[in-house]
């Protein structure tokens, strides 16, 4: 499966953006699909997940309240919706896929096999 994340841009302190990550080459029923982000000097960190029961419940504690990931079988797409943003959420957004990956593992980014190619996010006054 591809992914493409798009939806990143320059936004102020409390802003909002939406990502999406669509998918192409087959289907993501039965994929988790997942949200991380990596900024300049740090490591990659988990954002958000949906399970590959569909549960879209695995929230970051730094994001929870604020950030929202849904997904649309349908349309094959993955969504994350940030409210509040501050400026320690800047940073490349990138979207995940694995259909083997399991529940325990969802936080991890090293389980994910697919990758799309990232969505910068700055948030600045």
């Known amino acids: 499966v591809q992914l493409q994340a798009s939806g990143g841009g320059l936004v102020q302190p409390g802003g909002s953006l939406r990502l999406s990550c669509a998918a192409s080459?087959?289907?993501?029923?039965?994929?988790?699909m997942g949200w991380f982000r990596q900024a300049p000097g740090k490591e990659r960190e988990f954002v958000a997940a949906?399970?590959?029961?569909?549960?879209?419940?695995y929230v970051a504690d730094s994001v929870k309240g604020r950030f929202t990931i849904s997904r649309d079988n349908a349309k094959n797409t993955v969504y994350l919706q940030m409210n509040s943003l501050q400026p320690e959420d800047t940073a490349v957004y990138y979207c995940?896929?694995?259909?083997?990956?399991?529940?325990?593992?969802?936080?991890?980014?090293?389980?994910?096999?697919?990758w799309g190619q990232g969505t910068q996010v700055t948030v600045s006054s």
């Open positions: 080459g087959r289907t993501i029923r039965g994929y988790a």
């Open positions: 995940a896929g694995d259909n083997s990956i399991i529940a325990s593992s969802y936080r991890d980014y090293l389980q994910y096999d697919y």
């Open positions: 949906c399970g590959r029961n569909n549960i879209c419940t």
